[in-house]
């Protein structure tokens, strides 16, 4: 399994990124592999999205369609910068 982390600095409302990606999450649930997927609001302008895969390519595609659901709705004021991209194997999972 793979983690893609995508932290975005600069984002001056993490709750309004959330609220209107809601409508859009269908197409990124349809990721082939996707696990699961979160939104976290870190706090001081950080946006992190995490994404858990089946494998290293799922993880890499998911890159091309967040930036694609970036451009195609405008997302631009919210998300000003390029994200830094995190992304490993992970090593152990611990479920409850």
Known sequence: MFVMIRKYAGC???QEVSRRFEPLAQGFNNLPGLKSY???DAGDGQFL???LFDTRDQAMQS???AR???QEHDFAVLLPNPPEIIMGEVLRLHRN
Do not use: H
Request: charged letters at 5%.
């Open 12 to 14: 001056p409302n993490a």
């Open 38 to 40: 979160g939104m976290v």
């Open 49 to 51: 999205t995490v994404g």
């Open 63 to 65: 890159v091309e369609v």
């Open 68 to 70: 694609s659901l970036i």
